[in-house]
Structure formats: structure tokens, C-alpha cells
């Protein structure tokens, strides 16, 4: 077949890339998705179904009789490689940007502070390894836990997450609650560039926070409550590989019930959304 000179048609002929832009829905079912509690892959201790609904929201039922626990490494987490738009992989050695959102959708089941009551945790971070709870991997994210019930209503509460350095995890403790209906978690992560191998700096990776109310309630920005930001420190705990970047999505439950209680149910939207570059020189062009 000829073209003409300056014919753009035909020009994607043998190209197989899938561009996917834009907020992704965090798959569980994808085939890259693994599922980990501690070291245990595919043995969920929190999750007692996890259910995805024809809107792309995922219905996670809690088990009946649990342990409550606050560390990320702790809970059930969900792990993909994380993708540029083009397929191919983001590593630490890349430039890359980074935004997430958990949207609660509804909930159901006794979710509070009183009685065998449930505190459920969904959260989402980046992280080195497949395994969350690897002794060499490092993580940062954030999310939020249904912490009391009071006048009708469930109050979030939010949660950060981050590793130390080996094997070594904290998590920051939000006493205050978080206005009633605004229950949509949107994200920034601030990344480097002094992140991978030979550039690993302490408070080089932030997270900036501001909550919505959801879907319902056409996402109106909560403009009273400023997030506090979660930073990657010390040295020890900070990003200091080249390889595969991972998103998590966590599930969990920060108080112990014995089941005599309704579990909870959290149906939620997670999404995240990221663009990057080979390296961290850039494009050189304007």
C-alpha cells in the first residue's frame, strides 16, 4: 500500500500498545493482583468476601471474629505492578506522578466503637515489593478507618502508613473525626526525584490529603479540615531501590470483635491515576 507524503493514515498499522489514561479502578481481579496477609499470599485474615459490582465499587465483608491491628504489613493488601498509560512498567528509576481516591460508597453492619463493634480500614499506598510485608520492602500510603458511631452516623478517621526502615512499620493515629458525608479520600503523592538505588533521600516523598463528600452528594470539597501530609522518614525506611513500583490497596480492621456483632460491609471505589518518563532527565524538549 502507498501513502501519500505527510498521510498520517495507516501510521498506527502493527502498533498492539493499549494507551489507558486517566483514574483506573484498582482490579483485584486482574491477573497481576496478588493478595497478601503478612507472609501468607492468598490467605486474607480480614476479608471474608470481596465482591466487584457492576460499577466497579468492590463490596468487602469483613470475617465475623477478628484481631484488631494497625500496621499496613498487617492487614489484607492487594498488590499490582504499577503501569504507565503505554503498558510499560514504572520503576524507581523513572520520574513518575502519582494520585489515588477511596470513595465509600455505603456500608452496613455494626461499625463503631461500642459492644464487638467492627472499625474497618481502607487504605492505598506505593510500595516496593509484591509482598507488603517483604523485610526489605519500604511503602507510604494513606486512608481512613470507621472508628465511632454517634448520632446516626459512622466518623472516619484518617490513617497514614509507612515502613521505618527493615522490617520496621508506624502508622499516624488521627484523633480527630472527619465532617459527617464527606467520606471520598483523594491523594497526592509528591515523589523525588531523589528516590531509587543511588539517590535514596529521606523526606523526598510526601502525601498531601483532601476529602470529598461522595458520589451522592456530587463530591463537594470539604474546605474546613486541612490534612495533616505523611513524609517518608528516616533514611532507613525511604525508597532506595530501582525496580518495580507496586499500589496496594489495604483492607482491615483496628478492633477486635468476637462475632457476637453484625461484620461490617464497606463498599468502596479505589482508583488511582499515574503518568511517568523513562529516567529522571526528561524529555529535553519544551
Known amino acids: 500500500m502507498r501513502h501519500r507524503i505527510g498521510s498520517f493514515r495507516g501510521c498506527d498499522t502493527g502498533k498492539s500498545t493499549h494507551f489507558v489514561g486517566g483514574w483506573r479502578d484498582f482490579d483485584i481481579g486482574h491477573p497481576d493482583c496478588v493478595l497478601h496477609n503478612g507472609a501468607s499470599a492468598g490467605s486474607p485474615a480480614f476479608i471474608n468476601t470481596a465482591v466487584t459490582q457492576a460499577d466497579r465499587s468492590i463490596a468487602f465483608t469483613l470475617v465475623d471474629a477478628t484481631t484488631g491491628v494497625t500496621d499496613l504489613n498487617e492487614m489484607d493488601v492487594y498488590s499490582l505492578p504499577l503501569r504507565r498509560k503505554d503498558g510499560k512498567p514504572v520503576t524507581f528509576a523513572d520520574s513518575f506522578c502519582f494520585k489515588t481516591q477511596i470513595e465509600v460508597v455505603s456500608h452496613s453492619g455494626d461499625i463503631g466503637h461500642s459492644g464487638n463493634f467492627y ?10 515489593s ?21 448520632s446516626s452516623q459512622v466518623k472516619w478517621r484518617r490513617r497514614d502508613y509507612r515502613t521505618n526502615g527493615a522490617g520496621a512499620h508506624t502508622y499516624g493515629n488521627d484523633t480527630a473525626d472527619i465532617g ?10 509528591f515523589i523525588g526525584p531523589c528516590i531509587g538505588a543511588d539517590a535514596a533521600e529521606t523526606n523526598t516523598v510526601s502525601i498531601q490529603n483532601t476529602v470529598y463528600k461522595n458520589a451522592t452528594n456530587s463530591y463537594v470539597k470539604n474546605n474546613t479540615i486541612i490534612m495533616n ?17 507496586y499500589v496496594y490497596l489495604a483492607v482491615g480492621c483496628e478492633r477486635t470483635a468476637n462475632g457476637t456483632d453484625d461484620a461490617a460491609t464497606i463498599t468502596v471505589r479505589c482508583r488511582y491515576l499515574v503518568d511517568g518518563h523513562d529516567g529522571k532527565a526528561g524529555t529535553g524538549a519544551a
Do not use: C
Request: glycine letters at 8%; zero cysteines; hydrophobic letters at 35%.
Open 130 to 150: 509484591t509482598d507488603v510485608d517483604h523485610a526489605d520492602n519500604h511503602y507510604v500510603g494513606t486512608g481512613f478507618v470507621g472508628k465511632r458511631y454517634e
Open 229 to 245: 501530609n505523611e513524609v517518608m522518614h528516616p533514611d532507613a525506611g525511604v525508597f532506595d531501590v530501582d525496580t518495580q513500583v
Open 180 to 189: 459527617n458525608d464527606f467520606r471520598q479520600w483523594v491523594s497526592d503523592y
Open 119 to 128: 472499625q474497618p480500614v481502607i487504605a492505598m499506598a506505593l510500595g516496593q
